[in-house]
């Protein structure tokens, strides 16, 4: 049984998730994790569920998705995997956090890399790797098939899809990957979005007045 559970976090509002399973083993994605408070919040919700966290997962490498990487790979020892296309921004996480009015410490660099069509396993949870650039260069999400959960990112939100306007962000790109790539996955399946509320792809397919 798949648990996606939401830390609304940092002064963008960004959506971490936990996800564990039945084992215990659970993945961090996107931790944005930046206030103290949040800090405290994360390690009673792992303490108190007696989880064992295995893996930061990321969808990009925005600053607002990684404010809180070394937080974690610290607290945790475990890795940070993202896709390579996406590791420029980890260098530059600094600078774009400041050019948004925000004061973060260096994220490190992945210490592995995900690649389309590979899987992302722990405990009994499997999720396929989708590259779907557009936002960003090395966006990926994922999915899980068995459960119908799709971990999106910033690629597609409740109502609108991810701003096209930062380095490497292209919109024809990511019009055409939210079609080729996910409306081909069944309607029914969730969205988990990087901000915002969950959706699902049929509500999209319908009704987002940018893919319709
Ligand atoms: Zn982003």
Redesign the pocket.
């Known amino acids: 049984m798949l648990k996606v559970e939401k830390f609304v976090v940092n002064p963008l509002q960004e959506n971490t998730y936990v996800i564990s399973d039945e084992t215990g083993e659970c993945i961090f994605v996107d931790p944005g994790f930046y206030f103290r408070q949040e800090h405290r919040e994360i390690k009673e919700y792992v303490t108190d569920n007696q989880l064992k966290p295995v893996m930061i997962a990321n ?2 490498c ?1 600053f ?2 990684i404010m809180g990487v070394e937080f974690i790979r610290e607290e945790y020892e475990i890795p940070f995997c993202a896709h390579p296309d996406d590791a420029f921004w980890v260098e530059k996480a600094v600078d774009q956090g400041e050019m948004f009015g925000f004061e973060m410490k260096p994220v490190g660099a992945p210490n592995s890399f995900f690649h389309e069509n590979e899987t992302l396993e722990f405990g009994n949870t499997s999720f396929r790797i989708i590259h779907v650039p557009g ?2 260069p090395g ?1 990926v999400v994922f999915y899980a098939e068995k459960e119908n959960v799709l971990i999106g ?2 690629v597609l939100f409740y109502g609108s899809i ?2 096209t306007d ?1 380095p490497g962000g292209d919109h024809q790109t990511l019009i055409s990957n939210i079609k080729n790539k996910l409306f081909s996955l069944p309607g029914k399946t969730k969205v988990f979005c ?2 915002g509320p969950e959706t699902t792809l049929e509500f999209e397919k319908t009704s987002n007045p940018f893919l319709t």
């Open positions: 969808t990009h925005h607002d998705h936002h960003s966006h990112g910033d991810g701003r930062l990087g901000h």
